[in-house]
């Protein structure tokens, strides 16, 4: 059973506000990824993270900024929300190195998601 | 060209009869292969996972790969209904920084 965790599960809000989507995982995992999908549509990925202080930019362009401070935290933020910014935003995590006392496959443990309206 | 190809579907089958998923992929070095399944709304949720060339089996669900062809399927015996979703094909990319790379997904109806 995977334990990763994201809140808000739901937010609706106001253009030009800034947010932060909170990602947390307890399997020790290495790699952590954010995704955003829309409904019906494919998944893509905006950021990842080979571990503490290590953040890179995903395929999609994207207008958010992610950190990772501590192995067990990937937040997400958005400096300033727009209606293009409506989506579900999916946090996931990996084992990379098989530290967590798994085989280091890389497979991926997704959230539940947070489904992000933007007025 | 797209690194991992799914036909998008959707794919209808009758209750009871076998689902073949298929994936074709660019990169002739990767090494790991994951199946996803989606439901609408929910989040991907890992089915099967393989490395080796042959088939893996777990429950009714097989997954073939075959490396010198570039493709991996995932066959779905006696579907029920609930099997109903989106199925995803992922491909951990060498080159790519070790990224695991998403098929755009086959859409999955069983009919009851």
């Known amino acids: 059973e995977a334990d990763i965790y994201q809140t808000p599960r739901y937010l609706v809000i106001g253009t030009g506000k800034k947010i932060t989507l909170e990602c947390s995982q307890t399997m020790g995992h290495d790699k952590m990824y954010w995704y955003q999908q829309d409904p019906g549509m494919e998944l893509h990925l905006i950021h990842y993270?080979?571990?503490?202080?290590?953040?890179e930019k995903g395929d999609l362009s994207s207008e958010s900024t992610v950190s990772r401070i501590r192995t067990e935290h990937f937040p997400l933020t958005l400096e300033s929300a727009r209606p293009s910014h409506t989506s579900q935003y999916l946090c996931?995590?990996?084992?990379?190195?098989?530290?967590?006392?798994?085989?280091?496959?890389?497979?991926?443990?997704f959230g539940p998601g947070t489904r992000l309206t933007v007025l | 060209q797209k690194e991992v190809e799914q036909n998008s579907g959707p794919l209808s089958v009758p209750e009871g009869a076998i689902a073949s998923l298929n994936c074709t992929y660019s990169?002739?070095?990767?090494?790991?292969f994951f199946w996803y399944r989606q439901y609408s709304g929910k989040s991907p949720e890992l089915i099967m996972s393989i490395y080796s060339n042959g088939d893996k089996e777990d429950g009714r669900f097989t997954a073939q790969l075959n490396k010198a062809s570039q493709y991996v399927s995932l066959l779905i015996r006696d579907s029920q209904p609930s099997d109903s979703a989106t199925y995803l094909c992922a491909v951990k990319d060498v080159y790519g920084g070790f990224k695991t790379i998403f098929g755009a997904g086959t859409r999955l109806f069983v009919k009851a």
């Open positions: 990169d002739r070095v990767s090494q790991s």
């Open positions: 993270s080979y571990g503490v202080n290590s953040t």
């Open positions: 996931a995590s990996s084992d990379s190195t098989g530290a967590s006392g798994r085989a280091g496959t890389d497979t991926q443990y």
